[in-house]
Nanobody
Framework: QVQLVESGGGLVQAGGPLRLSCSAS????????MGWFRQAPGNQREFVASVSWNGGSTYYEPSVRGRFTISRDNAKKTVYLQMNSLKPEDTAVYYC???????????????WGQGTQVTVSS
């Protein structure tokens, strides 16, 4: 089973950028679809973005489309989430996940990372 470790979280001002990384180890990474989810205090975990096994297809939750970009580097076994124009409502713990990709719906996650905190100040 693949193991996932997120990094890059922190405190950022509204309007600023932040890039999250997720490093994978274990079984083959390049055959897995990957994604990002987030969970704000008191809320359920929600889907953010996903990318197909080869990076050729992506899918975004509507509120982040145009601001966030998901990408992957299979040689480095790493998936990224570039977040721009951040808003206070983007504050959450962000989780990396591996799973099954769908072109028009959220990733069906089967493996999770431990999460990284993102806080956006107004």
């Amino acid at each position: 089973q693949v193991q996932l470790v997120e990094s890059g979280g922190g405190l950022v001002q509204a309007g600023g950028p932040l890039r999250l990384s997720c490093s994978a180890s274990g079984r083959t990474f390049s055959s897995d679809a990957m994604g990002w989810f987030r969970q704000a205090p008191g809320n359920q975990r929600e889907f953010v973005a996903s990318v197909s096994w080869n990076g050729g297809s992506t899918y975004y939750e509507p509120s982040v489309r145009g601001r966030f970009t998901i990408s992957r580097d299979n040689a480095k076994k790493t998936v990224y989430l570039q977040m721009n124009s951040l808003k206070p409502e983007d504050t959450a713990v962000y989780y990396c996940a591996a799973g099954r990709y769908y072109t028009s719906s959220p990733l069906r996650a089967s493996t999770w990372g431990q999460g990284t905190q993102v806080t956006v100040s107004s």
